[in-house]
């Protein structure tokens, strides 16, 4: 039941964002430091 709620709350969180474009996503690109970082 948890892992439902986690979705449906990724879900709705995510359904008004935008993929970044190409010059959006090289900026923040910038911050990682390592391949196996993660970025949300």
Not at 17 to 35: P, S
Request: proline content about 0%; glycine content about 4%.
């Amino acid at each position: 039941m948890v892992d439902y709620f986690g979705e449906l709350c990724t879900n709705v969180y995510e359904s008004d964002k935008y993929l970044a474009g190409e010059k959006v996503l090289k900026f923040y690109l910038l911050f990682v430091k390592h391949k196996a970082m993660k970025v949300i």
